[in-house]
T-cell receptor, first 113, second 114 residues
Framework: GAGVSQSPSNKVTEKGKDVELRCDPISGHTALYWYRQSLGQGLEFLIYFQGNSAPDKSGLPSDRFSAERTGGSVSTLTIQRTQQEDSAVYLC???????????FGQGTRLTVV | QKEVEQNSGPLSVPEGAIASLNCTYSDRGSQSFFWYRQYSGKSPELIMF????GDKEDGRFTAQLNKASQYVSLLIRDSQPSDSATYLC??????????????FGSGTRLSIRP
C-alpha cells in the first residue's frame, strides 16, 4: 500500500481479555516501530524491528505485551490480560534501513473497560 | 532525567511571527534528530531531520542542532494558523544505528493566534 496501515482503527475490550493489533508497513521498509501514546502525552517506545535482527523489546512495559513480525513485513502487537492502564493509541511506524525517518500509521485506539 | 525533554507549552505566537521550539536530550552520543508535527487526533508527521551541527533550512522551517549543548530547536518563520499543532522532538539513542531506537519527547503545543 501507499502508507503504513494499522487495524483495527478502534478497539474496545473488556479488562482481562487479550487483543491483537496489526501493522502493515510501507513496502520495502525494513525497520518497524511500535509506540504507545496516552491522552495528552508523548510517544512511548515499545519495540523496534530491523530486518532479520533480533527485535529491541526494551520498551515493552510488562510481559503481557509481545510483538512479532512475520516475513519481515506485517507485525502484530499482542496484549494479554488487558488492564485499564493499557488504554491508549498504539502507533506503528516504518522506515527505510539506516534512515530512522519514520512514517506513521493512523494508529489503533484501544479502550479497556 | 528524561531522555528527551520539551516544554509542554502551550506556546502562543502571533500570526506572521517566528515560533521557536526547543528540545534537550540526555544521550551525548545521539546522532540523529527529528521533528514531527502532530495535529489533534492525528498521527505524527515528519517535518524535519538533522544529523550535523548547525542549521538546516526547509521552506519556513529551520532545524538547529548543537551537540555540545545537547540541544536541538525548530524555528517556524511566518507562522500560520495551520501551524497550530503539537511538535514532537525525537532522538536516536547512542550505540544504535540511525534506524533504531528513536525516543520522543512529550511535545510542545503551539498555538498561532490570528
Amino acid at each position: 500500500g501507499a502508507g503504513v496501515s494499522q487495524s483495527p482503527s478502534n478497539k474496545v475490550t473488556e479488562k482481562g481479555k487479550d487483543v491483537e493489533l496489526r501493522c502493515d508497513p510501507i513496502s520495502g521498509h525494513t525497520a518497524l516501530y511500535w509506540y504507545r501514546q496516552s491522552l495528552g502525552q508523548g510517544l512511548e517506545f515499545l519495540i523496534y524491528f530491523q530486518g532479520n535482527s533480533a527485535p529491541d523489546k526494551s520498551g515493552l512495559p510488562s510481559d503481557r505485551f509481545s510483538a512479532e513480525r512475520t516475513g519481515g513485513s506485517v507485525s502484530t502487537l499482542t496484549i494479554q490480560r488487558t488492564q485499564q492502564e493499557d488504554s491508549a493509541v498504539y502507533l506503528c511506524a516504518s522506515s527505510l534501513q539506516g534512515t530512522g525517518l519514520g512514517f506513521f500509521g493512523q494508529g489503533t485506539r484501544l479502550t479497556v473497560v | 532525567q528524561k531522555e528527551v525533554e520539551q516544554n509542554s507549552g502551550p506556546l502562543s505566537v502571533p500570526e506572521g511571527a517566528i515560533a521557536s521550539l526547543n528540545c534537550t536530550y540526555s544521550d551525548r552520543g545521539s546522532q540523529s534528530f527529528f521533528w514531527y508535527r502532530q495535529y489533534s487526533g492525528k498521527s505524527p508527521e515528519l517535518i524535519m531531520f538533522i544529523y550535523s551541527n548547525g542549521d538546516k533550512e526547509d521552506g519556513r522551517f529551520t532545524a538547529q542542532l548543537n551537540k555540545a549543548s545537547q540541544y536541538v530547536s525548530l524555528l517556524i518563520r511566518d507562522s500560520q494558523p495551520s501551524d497550530s499543532a503539537t511538535y514532537l522532538c525525537a532522538v536516536n539513542l547512542a550505540g544504535y544505528s540511525s534506524a533504531s531506537k528513536i525516543i520522543f519527547g512529550s511535545g510542545t503545543r503551539l498555538s498561532i493566534r490570528p
